[in-house]
């Protein structure tokens, strides 16, 4: 199925690669996402410090955050969020806090491709 959402992205953003952050205060999880943003041909920067992440926000507006956290200044900036979290009630406080996506980890790699298709409304062929 993403292989689907990949060529469809391909053709409708042709001169154009979505630039996507990972925040996480873990080395593991930054090199796991990065690995598949990469391999789906995207840009991606990997930042540690969310107060640095915020700043680099303004300056580079990406397509995509996948962070902890979203500014309500910056709200047309899609945001997955991807915690540790498990209870059906962290998932509803996510979404109360403007998330457009949400993933629990672990998570496999075509379910944040999959996500980062969607928010990037990446059609289905």
Do not use: W
């Amino acid at each position: 199925m993403h292989l689907d959402y990949r060529q469809n992205c391909q053709k409708r953003t042709h001169d154009y690669q979505p630039l996507i952050f990972v925040v996480d205060n873990d080395l593991d999880n930054l090199m796991f996402a990065n690995y598949i943003i990469e391999s789906m041909d995207m840009g991606f920067v990997e930042i540690q410090d969310s107060n640095k992440c915020l700043e680099l926000v303004y300056k580079l507006l990406p397509d995509i955050v996948r962070a902890m956290a979203q500014d309500r200044e910056l709200a047309s900036i899609s945001t997955i969020a991807v915690p540790g979290l498990t209870k059906p009630e962290d998932r509803e406080k996510l979404i109360a806090a403007d998330f457009d996506a949400y993933l629990s980890k672990p998570y496999l790699i075509e379910d944040l491709e999959s996500k980062i298709y969607q928010l990037l409304k990446c059609p289905l062929v």
